[in-house]
């Protein structure tokens, strides 16, 4: 999503499901079923089965990001 600069509410539509329903996934509060699995692999180039995998890393949530000005990276 962060490469294609897509916000949660994009890929919501570009699933056809809720916002609410990509935050919950994003958050680890929810998995995305089967189908919706293999329609974010289509969508974003996601191996469907990553979905049922921990995550490598933690997630952070954009809100925390601390953004650094383009000058000072």
């Known amino acids: ?5 897509w916000s949660q509410k994009t ?3 570009a699933l056809g499901k809720h916002r609410t329903a ?3 996934w994003l958050n680890g509060n ?3 079923d089967y189908l919706t ?3 974010i692999q289509q969508v974003l180039g996601i191996e469907a089965s990553a979905w049922g ?3 490598v890393e933690p997630f952070v949530p954009p809100a925390t990001w601390k953004l650094v000005p383009p000058e000072a990276a």
């Open 53 to 55: 995998q921990p995550p």
């Open 37 to 39: 699995c293999i329609h």
């Open 30 to 32: 929810r998995a995305p």
């Open 1 to 5: 999503m962060i490469k294609r600069e």
């Open 22 to 24: 990509v935050n919950r």
């Open 11 to 13: 890929l919501a539509q």
